[in-house]
């Protein structure tokens, strides 16, 4: 069991996965309650913990409301453990509560913080994949989003993010405007060539 900082530290990144597997449910209440220590360290390590947890069992859902809630937050850290830990979690979303999160979820897309940006729209990718019913919700808000707003040296990593989410979604949800969105990518400035024919190549096999 977790009953001490130390503990959680001395788990080496290679044994996360496995370590994962053994959590008791206090120890689950432990590591939440980390998420919140200032020190980075250590709150990293309780989030990745939770994280390798959240991919295999569902037990980690039941603090929902309180990863909901962190959206919202000062800290861009936390706001980041709350859009990470809800796309891990929402596999198991069957009361379907990120009907009513995803508003939340979708404003950290013009967080200023350009790698939180980043999760929001990664983790969108996720919750796609599992929730059908939000895709045209998604693909909307991610095809009016304003590329040129975002600081010059981010905006290829933030429009490929983006493309890589309508890859996923196009696959259940397939509209014109969509199509119109990933061809002016392609035939666009932003992105270089390489990254232009991984999307291409990605776009022939979906």
């Given at each position: ?7 959680i ?10 370590a ?30 939770l ?16 990863f ?7 800290n861009?850290y936390?706001?980041s ?12 979303d069957m009361?379907?509560?990120m009907?009513n ?5 979708m404003?950290c897309?013009?967080?200023p ?32 989003y304003?590329?040129?707003?975002v ?9 490929t ?7 996923i979604i196009r696959?259940?949800?397939?509209t ?9 990518a392609?035939?666009?400035d932003i992105?270089?060539k ?8 990605l776009?022939?096999?979906?």
């Amino acid at each position: 069991m977790l009953n001490d900082i130390e503990s959680i530290m001395s788990i080496p990144k290679s044994y996360l996965h496995e370590a994962c597997k053994e959590l008791t449910k206090d120890d689950i209440t432990r590591l939440v309650d980390r998420l919140s220590l200032k020190d980075d360290q250590i709150r990293y390590q309780a989030f990745l913990l939770l994280q390798s947890r959240s991919a295999l069992y569902d037990d980690v859902y039941p603090f929902w409301e309180l990863f909901h809630e962190k959206l919202k937050s000062e800290n861009s850290y936390q706001r980041s453990i709350g859009l990470m830990l809800i796309a891990e979690n929402v596999k198991w979303d069957m009361k379907n509560k990120m009907e009513n999160v995803i508003d939340d979820f979708m404003a950290c897309l013009y967080d200023p913080k350009p790698i939180t940006v980043r999760q929001c729209i990664q983790s969108l990718g996720k919750i796609a994949a599992v929730k059908p019913s939000l895709c045209e919700k998604i693909s909307s808000k991610l095809i009016s989003y304003d590329i040129t707003a975002v600081k010059e040296t981010m905006q290829k990593s933030i429009l490929t993010d983006i493309l890589n989410v309508l890859l996923i979604i196009r696959q259940e949800h397939r509209t014109k405007e969509t199509e119109t969105f990933i061809s002016n990518a392609l035939f666009g400035d932003i992105l270089d060539k390489k990254t232009k024919k991984q999307i291409e190549a990605l776009l022939h096999d979906r």
